[in-house]
């Protein structure tokens, strides 16, 4: 007698067997042609081991034609067997928009994906055509036939299904590139363009015959010498452009005509100048005032082609090739955040070489070297009090909001901070640049405690103690025309900028209360009304959004 747990696992068999069955059934009755994997056939047997049904076998003859006097080579025929996976199956037979999506379309066999590659008999013809076959395929969901003509320009490629055979097959005609007046380290890019064939059957052929060209597409140099050919092609318009040493020399458009190989010549000149603003740049980062190399800070370069990215090393150097002598070059300093403690320098920093520092001797390939001198951060240690420390933002109010100001002439502009850290009687707040700093704290719009200002040069750390709350509480009657709103909602923004505005609600006598105010004046607006400003100058203020009046 079985068990429970066999008689669990023969269900689910059989439940499994059932969706892949529902799938198939579906997708066939939607006019797709399916292949059922030989799996299929053996798991609706259940109970004991039973005799294993011979799998499926797909018949295949295929004539390869010739081209003129071009014909297919035998020894290069390969044919993929692409399946379904079962939870592509699954999803399709749920009738999942994403499977179908990624795949690209909805018929069942445009899922299969190619799992295996095999060789093919095939056999010239006295009249130059090929014969593949007669042979017979493993049961497959879908099938793709590949061979190359015997002139690097012709190839044969089908797409089919067990039913769907194709008895002959003409090839495929590309187009070839001769590479031609090159000298030194060159490389091109492709560029598709206007009228250029992206295909999936040439992208299949470019990634089993001529991979290189495919990334050349995708933003990587394939290297290149004289009288090199590319090939093939889509016939067809493409753009080519020719570095040397990683810097851009010429860019040429040309129409690919089909079934043969075009020259392209590039101008000498060109390339010597590009050979000559190319250095490669060597940058040692050091600590300001004492010349420490920095280790470990990543240095991104963002004026090449793509960003790259290297990391100094015990010395703080970083090299970087291919880099353009006449332009200024822009990159990226980022540095870890360490565990516990304060951080030394900021998170992301900019940083441009000017191409003054660039210039060098002018030698060809020559390595510039350039030291970059970091300030670590300082640090504003500010102490609050503890009704301002204590306090935490919360769903009802994002406040507190801390706010670091730098001093201009004789007023605050407010500025960034890379950090703000809290500490056991306060908060830290990172200084990049010399100056004079405090820290505006705002527990609401109408209540902003202030710092003491601290000078920033070669001093580290300053330590500032902020205000304790002595401000005066004002209630505001709130009015239109002389009417009093009463119940009304009442957005009220502060002069601090950035600052997200508080929503109050006026009581039933029109008055809306604005404890311990700090700040000169608030701007206050309700529903139908534009903004009015309102001096905070009494106990008592009236804003009369009627008459834009307020006192």
Not at 70 to 79: F, H, K, M, T
């Amino acid at each position: 007698m079985p068990t429970k747990r066999a008689w669990a696992a023969g269900t689910a068999g059989l439940v499994a067997v059932a969706v892949l069955t529902v799938a198939v059934w579906r997708l066939a009755s939607d006019g797709g042609e399916v292949a059922v994997p030989a799996v299929a056939v053996g798991a609706v047997t259940s109970g004991a081991p039973a005799r294993t049904a011979p799998a499926p076998t797909v018949p295949l003859e295929v004539l390869l034609l010739p081209d003129g006097d071009v014909e297919a080579i035998p020894g290069s025929v390969r044919i993929g067997l692409a399946q379904v996976s079962v939870d592509d199956a699954s999803a399709a037979a749920l009738g999942a928009e994403g499977a179908a999506e990624a795949a690209g379309a909805t018929r069942y066999q445009a899922l299969a994906t190619v799992t295996r590659w095999v060789p093919a008999a095939a056999q010239r013809l006295a009249d130059g055509r090929v014969r593949v076959g007669p042979l017979r395929l493993p049961a497959a969901d879908r099938y793709l036939l590949q061979a190359r003509g015997d002139d690097g320009l012709r190839f044969y490629s089908a797409d089919f299904g067990a039913g769907t055979v194709p008895a002959t097959l003409a090839p495929m005609v590309g187009a070839g590139l001769r590479i031609q007046g090159v000298s030194g380290n060159a490389g091109v890019l492709l560029r598709r363009v206007e009228g250029s064939d992206p295909s999936p059957p040439w992208q299949r052929l470019q990634a089993w015959s001529a991979p290189e060209l495919l990334e050349a597409f995708d933003e990587t140099p394939l290297a290149v010498a004289d009288g090199q050919v590319l090939a093939p092609f889509a016939p067809g318009p493409v753009d080519i452009v020719l570095e040397v040493d990683g810097i851009e020399a010429e860019r040429r458009s040309l129409t690919l005509p089909a079934g043969r190989v075009t020259g392209l010549r590039f101008d000498a000149m060109s390339q010597a100048v590009a050979a000559a603003v190319s250095i490669e740049l060597e940058l040692e980062f050091v600590r300001r005032g004492s010349a420490t190399p920095i280790q470990g800070l990543r240095v991104q370069w963002l004026g090449g082609r793509e960003p790259q990215e290297r990391i100094t090393d015990a010395s703080g150097r970083v090299r970087f090739t291919g880099v353009d002598r006449q332009r200024a070059q822009p990159f990226n300093l980022i540095a870890s955040t360490p565990a516990g403690g304060l951080p030394e320098w900021p998170e992301l920093r900019p940083l441009r070489i000017a191409e003054e520092a660039l210039a060098g001797t002018g030698a060809h390939g020559e390595r510039v070297r350039h030291r970059v001198e970091l300030a670590p951060l300082q640090w504003l240690i500010a102490r609050l009090p503890p009704q301002l420390h204590q306090r935490r933002p919360d769903r009802n109010s994002p406040y507190p909001i801390h706010v670091l100001q730098r001093q201009h002439g004789g007023g605050w502009t407010d500025t960034s901070a890379d950090h703000f850290i809290p500490t056991p009687d306060g908060l830290a707040v990172s200084i990049a640049e010399p100056g004079t700093y405090r820290l505006a704290s705002a527990l609401s719009p109408w209540q902003v405690l202030e710092s003491s200002p601290a000078g920033f040069g070669e001093q580290d750390r300053q330590s500032v103690d902020v205000a304790g709350i002595r401000g005066a509480d004002v209630t505001m009657s709130v009015r239109r025309d002389g009417r009093t709103l009463a119940g009304a909602p009442v957005q009220v923004v502060g002069p601090l900028g950035g600052l997200p505005p508080a929503r109050l609600t006026a009581d039933a006598g029109g008055r809306v209360r604005l404890p311990s105010t700090t700040v000169p004046w608030v701007e206050v607006e309700v529903p139908g009304s534009d903004q009015i400003r309102v001096l905070l100058d009494g106990p008592r203020v009236l804003a009369d959004f009627g008459t834009g009046r307020s006192q």
